[in-house]
């Protein structure tokens, strides 16, 4: 089996006698977006910051390309691109200028590499402005060319659309999406938006209170979910599911009805509905449920 | 590395830093070339006045110390071990009036000197702390201290770029003090000055100011001597401003810290110059450069020597200290 | 920009680096001696201390023309005259740093210079002449402009001396000094100007008398009536004779009469 990208085990942080990280595990194979979706405060970035070596995990262990963070410091790194709570740019040093300096850096980071980087985050026009006159989106866009430069194989970002507005939210993953579609590289990506990750995200890890209580493929977490269905009368629709297939369903104020049911038996009560009389205008997976089930997962332990 | 280095220089030259210091350099300059200008013409105007109508002659009054020294080098009295600074004065002496220069006027390799001697305690030290203060606390509040230390690079190499480029940009800051000092002095005073003789090299001998080692060197070696103890005190500044930057990650902590550091030191000096603990302090052995006149006040136990270890240790301390601390640090921000 | 300065940048301050280490090692050095031991060479504090105490064994004269010896025969002066009064053996040395015309504050000046801070720390007797150039300068016109510029001179007079003799005193504790007054050479004058005179060695006196091993050597009695012999051929400065009588004066008050 390959090496995955990034092997977290046991890792636990204590800040101020506080243990702010438990005991989380994961790991992140090639090619793949994973999402480190929990509300604010969960250790998301906590737990970020350790696997780029920013700070010291009080336990457990990391490894970048099979290279341990803390033994072996510059091999890891050199795989590994980043924005944690960034974008962070010198203010009084243009764009290009701020890669280049970047691009020292590495041994490896070519004149051409830098603009292939430009490119790829669509900055060649404002490229040689200074930094302290452009907008979020573009300090963003530059944040992600920086960690793009050296050609890494893990890009981690750390809530990368927080601060940008809604065009810029859409162009930035976009851009994220492309990238791993096209190059390949492995993506760990952090949100506080389950919108966010359902777009973007394979699989997604939901953490909360610095525990990892989730830790599944997106379509997966779905799949256990509900069924809408948009119906011109929907309390006949909920008297055949109950009386035909014993479903408890319930009809929400937007007149929708809800019910928890297999996709395998989806065509034969949608045949039912539809013999019956009513009207089918819409059947859906329940979009929402990630959500639901992320609220269900977290709120029970931010009552403690 | 040396790319790390570069690194570091340019943005230190891209913060405009160097161009607030040489601003405040060229007003300070300015500012004390004219205040000199102007005592020594009230001055002359003064021995002008005593002297009746005619001009200030200092050529015949220093003909007549001269007439008198030499008398005196031919007299049985002189005990040998004087006889070497009477002729040091002798050479001095006839290097003005051979070259018709009043060793009063002021000149430009004098106010170089006089401005290093005065500034060396403070003024010196508080545009070191400008350069430097922000040098990693400036990359802490702006965050961008996170993209260093996620690159391939380990933390105590980006620290030690740092420390490289800061010591490059020291020197060259004292570079130009050094050029700002003279030329500006030049267009107020008209002479250079860098030939006269200087005495130099008095030691202390049981607590007491030797003479018989004295030697004469000219202006400018001697500026260059000054100026090298002047870029020795500048970078044990530099280190300890480091230091700050690293412990306190934000800019105006640092400058206060340090600030509150010198001044308070002086005032401790000032104070409590009796507890023999206060000449370990750094404060206290900044002022280097008066062990190379003959003019200073000597301290029991300090000497140029102690000076130097003392603040050497501060440094290194500061430094290894520096180094500890960046390579743990988590970086929260 | 930055690219094309940097190698300059780089040249620029590693070669003043250089120079810089270079000047700190050559401070270093010159400020410890250079070539010269500091072990080898003679140690002031010692000197005093290993030599037989019992009379002066270094004499260091100071002051005007009259410490200077102008009028007496070449070589001599109040300080060899002294010398010969009480070591007939000739192993005293006198170091003389008179300067002729001086006034008190160019004594003053002398005395806190470094290079003659070895001569005062490595003597046993000082012998100050000074304050006549002070008072022969007096400029005025009248009566009332004669004591206001003389008030003034003599404060001046004041300050310097006791400069003078502070700083004697912080470089060496242990010296005898002594203050030669002043006489009048002018016995014609109006009595006004001799109570001047008078005025003047009192100040001289309490200044004395504030420092326990400072002596005041009165000269203004003992020439007032031999003027003719006391004095030297220019009427101002003493004889030959004149020399002998202050020496003996001053060996008479430090040493009595055995
Ligand atoms: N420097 C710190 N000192 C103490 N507690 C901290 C510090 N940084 C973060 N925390 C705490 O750690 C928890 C996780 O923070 P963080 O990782 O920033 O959350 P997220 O990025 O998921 O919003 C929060 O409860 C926060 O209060
Ligand atoms: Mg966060």
Redesign the pocket.
């Known amino acids: 089996m390959e090496t995955p990208v990034l092997k977290v085990t046991n890792l636990s942080k204590t800040?101020?006698k506080?243990e702010?990280i438990k005991d989380i595990s994961f790991q992140l194979n090639k090619g793949e977006v994973l999402g480190f979706l929990?509300p604010?405060?969960?250790?998301?970035?906590?737990?970020l910051r350790m696997l780029v070596g920013l700070s010291r995990p009080s336990a457990g262990t990391i490894s970048i390309c099979g290279h341990g963070i803390g033994d072996d410091f510059v091999q890891a790194m050199s795989h590994v691109g980043c924005i944690i709570e960034g974008p962070d740019l010198y203010e009084y040093l243009s764009g290009y200028k701020n890669l280049e300096l970047l691009g020292a850096m590495s041994p490896q980071v070519t004149r051409a590499a830098i603009d292939e980087a430009i490119a790829l985050v669509g900055m060649e026009k404002r490229i040689h402005d200074k930094v302290s006159i452009y907008s979020m989106g573009m300090k963003q866009r530059i944040g992600l060319a920086q960690a793009l430069i050296h050609q890494p194989d893990l890009l981690i970002l750390?809530e990368p659309t927080n601060g940008l507005d809604p065009q810029g939210i859409h162009e930035f993953r976009e851009i994220v999406k492309s990238l791993a579609k096209d190059t390949g590289i492995s993506v760990l990506i952090?949100s506080?938006l389950i919108s966010e990750v359902q777009l973007m995200c394979d699989r997604v890890c939901i953490i909360n209170q610095g525990i990892i209580v989730r830790d599944g493929a997106v379509t997966e977490m779905l799949s256990t979910g509900e069924i809408v269905w948009v119906l011109n009368n929907p309390y006949h629709g909920q008297k055949i599911l109950s009386e035909q297939f014993q479903l408890d369903a319930r009809i929400t104020a937007q007149n929708e009805l809800i019910a928890a049911t297999d996709l395998e038996i989806l065509p034969i009560i949608n045949a039912a509905l539809i013999s019956s009389g009513l009207e089918l205008k819409t059947v859906t997976t329940k979009n929402t449920t990630l959500e639901e089930l992320f609220l269900s997962l977290t709120n029970q332990k931010t009552i403690q | 590395m040396l790319n790390l280095i570069r690194n570091e220089v340019t943005k230190l030259l891209l913060k405009k830093k160097l161009i607030l210091i040489i601003g405040l350099l060229i007003i300070f300059i300015t500012l004390l070339s004219y205040g000199q200008q102007y005592t020594y013409e009230k001055n002359i105007d003064r021995f002008e006045n005593l002297s009746g109508a005619g001009t200030y002659d200092w050529k015949s009054l220093a003909s007549q110390r001269l007439n008198d020294l030499e008398k005196r080098l031919d007299s049985p009295y002189i005990p040998a071990d004087g006889i070497a600074s009477i002729e040091i004065e002798i050479k001095q002496l006839r290097y003005f009036i051979d070259n018709d220069i009043n060793p009063i006027t002021p000149s430009a390799a004098k106010f170089s000197v006089d401005f290093v001697e005065q500034g060396i305690s403070l003024l010196i030290p508080l545009i070191i702390v400008i350069l430097a203060a922000d040098l990693v606390s400036g990359e802490f509040s702006t965050g961008t201290i996170k993209v260093l230390l996620t690159r391939a690079v380990p933390r105590w190499k980006i620290l030690l770029s740092k420390l490289i480029a800061l010591l490059l940009m020291t020197t060259l800051v004292v570079l130009i003090m050094g050029l700002l000092a003279t030329l500006i002095s030049y267009l107020f005073f008209g002479q250079w000055g860098f030939d006269e003789p200087v005495a130099t090299g008095f030691r202390l001998i049981d607590g007491q100011l030797n003479a018989d080692a004295v030697i004469l060197v000219s202006r400018f070696e001697y500026t260059i001597l000054i100026y090298s103890l002047t870029w020795y005190v500048a970078i044990v500044i530099a280190a300890l401003t480091l230091l700050i930057s690293i412990i306190v990650d934000n800019t105006v902590s640092a400058i206060g810290v340090l600030m509150a550091a010198l001044i308070g030191g002086q005032f401790l000096q000032f104070f409590l110059s009796d507890w023999p603990i206060v000449k370990f302090f750094f404060v206290t052995n900044l002022d280097l450069t008066r062990y190379l006149t003959g003019s200073y006040q000597p301290i029991p136990g300090m000497s140029l020597n102690f000076s130097i270890i003392t603040l050497g240790i501060w440094g290194l301390l500061a430094l290894l200290l520096g180094f500890q601390i960046f390579s743990r640090k988590d970086v929260?921000v | 920009m930055i690219k094309k300065i940097w190698p300059l940048i780089l040249i620029v301050s590693v070669a003043l680096i250089l120079v810089f280490v270079t000047g700190l090692i050559i401070a270093i050095a010159i400020t410890n001696g250079g070539d010269k031991n500091p072990e080898t060479l003679p140690n002031p504090a010692e000197t005093i201390e290993t030599e037989p105490v019992s009379a002066a064994n270094s004499i260091l004269v100071l002051g005007d023309s009259i410490g200077f010896g102008v009028g007496d025969e070449p070589d001599k002066g109040i300080g060899k005259r002294y010398a010969a009064l009480i070591d007939p053996d000739n192993t005293i040395t006198v170091a003389n740093l008179s300067v002729s015309g001086a006034i008190s504050a160019d004594l003053a000046a002398l005395v806190a210079a470094p290079e003659n801070a070895a001569f005062i720390s490595a003597a046993d007797l000082v012998i100050i002449s000074i304050g006549g150039n002070d008072l022969s300068r007096l400029q005025y016109q009248d009566a009332l402009s004669l004591d206001v510029t003389f008030q003034e001179t003599l404060n001046r007079y004041q300050e310097s001396l006791e400069a003078t003799i502070s700083r004697i005193r912080a470089l060496n504790p242990e010296a005898q000094i002594a203050l030669i007054g002043l006489y009048n050479p002018y016995p014609d004058q109006d009595p006004q100007k001799s109570q001047k005179l008078f005025e003047w060695n009192y100040q001289t006196q309490l200044i004395a008398a504030a420092d326990n091993k400072t002596a005041y050597i009165p000269t203004d009695e003992a020439f007032k009536y031999h003027l003719q012999t006391y004095l030297a051929t220019d009427q101002f400065h003493p004889s030959s004779i004149g020399y002998q009588v202050i020496a003996e004066t001053l060996d008479r008050i430090l040493n009595g009469i055995d």
């Open positions: 800040i101020k506080k702010i929990g604010n405060g969960a250790g998301k970035s906590t737990t750390d952090s506080h | 929260l």
